[in-house]
């Protein structure tokens, strides 16, 4: 079985949380065996109230972490 670190994550764009009402793009820029660290590309709120900006960098552990592949935002 590959690990997490095996699958080349590094610098591909993702769509964070789908169907989430605040809309969130990132970067990943680094993979642990934890999880990741992502900065934000682009957040839309839609209205609702947000708590990540774009440039903010977080940690994502593996357990919280869903989120698609898509074109660089």
Known sequence: MKSMLDLNYEGRSIKL???NTVEKWAKIE???EQGMVVEFTE???HGYQQHYNAGDVMFLPWD???FIFTEER
């Open 30 to 32: 680094h993979v642990t």
């Open 17 to 19: 949380w789908p169907n």
């Open 64 to 66: 919280e972490c869903k």
């Open 43 to 45: 957040v839309r709120a």
